[in-house]
């Protein structure tokens, strides 16, 4: 298992914190966001990294160096055309070869056990990957995920639309008073997934979307096992979730 973030974005949600830093590298509670995510993988036994760097990439390239530090070894590539997060794993193919690997942003924290859960729930069965989710009862912010009845992905829409969900209620994906699995953004793939993103077309956005690949490898009949993350799972997205987070 290898494991690829992507953190080239400029993260323009935090204004002025971001004029100088990369959003991955703000710092909570002493340590760059990003230190806690490789530490965090590292936990689960992975030990070779790739990292997508873009905006202040040198930052990120500088701080963490060969990751020796660290005891794993890190290699790097830019996104120099911040176009999607579609694109982006496939800088990191070569250094992928035919392992299956972890594929995190580089601004979601979440607690060490569940990079360990979704090796383990990987492990469980031949899947072409995991794809985590958080449960909630409002189905009006995020990208939905749909699962049968061993909680493999049948199904997902992503940031819907009024009329959307109107359609996916009318279809029966979704039912009064079930949760609402909502992408969670942290993955494992088997390297399948290029076969996808090759083919990718740029959304209404103008952008090259992950989970449009997703959707295909769905319609293929590629299994994609979910796990509900346990505990913690932050977006780091805006200045006053990072203020949330130095509380404590």
């Known amino acids: 298992m290898k494991a690829v973030i992507l953190a080239a974005g400029k993260g323009t949600r935090m204004k002025e914190l971001t004029n100088e830093l990369p959003k991955p590298m703000l710092h909570v509670q002493g340590r760059p966001i990003l230190e806690h995510i490789i530490e965090g993988i590292k936990s689960a036994g992975v030990r070779e990294f790739f990292i997508v760097t873009g905006w202040k990439a040198e930052a990120i390239e500088g701080y963490f160096g060969d990751g020796k530090k660290w005891g ?5 590539a830019r996104q120099l055309v911040q176009d999607g997060t579609g694109k982006a794993p496939e800088l990191a193919k070569e250094f992928i070869g ?3 690997f972890l594929l995190t942003y580089g601004d979601i924290l979440v607690q060490p056990e569940t990079y360990q859960r979704m090796v383990h729930r990987y492990n469980e069965d031949y899947f072409s990957g995991v794809v985590t989710v958080t449960g ?3 189905v009006t912010k995020g990208g939905l995920v749909f699962f049968d009845e061993n909680f493999c992905l049948k199904h997902l829409v992503e940031k819907p639309s009024p009329a959307q969900l109107d359609q996916l209620r009318a279809e029966g994906w979704l039912k009064p008073g079930a949760t609402g699995w909502y992408n969670a953004g942290i993955y494992i793939f088997r390297p399948s997934l290029f076969e996808f993103t090759a083919t990718l077309e740029k959304s209404p956005r103008g952008e090259y979307e992950l989970t449009d690949a997703i959707a295909a490898l769905v319609r293929a009949h590629h299994p994609l096992a979910g796990l509900e993350i346990q505990g913690r799972w932050v977006d780091v997205r805006d200045p006053e979730v990072l203020a949330e987070l130095e509380k404590g």
């Open 72 to 76: 794993v070894n890190i290699r790097y």
């Open 98 to 100: 035919p392992s299956p």
């Open 136 to 138: 909630s009862q409002d």
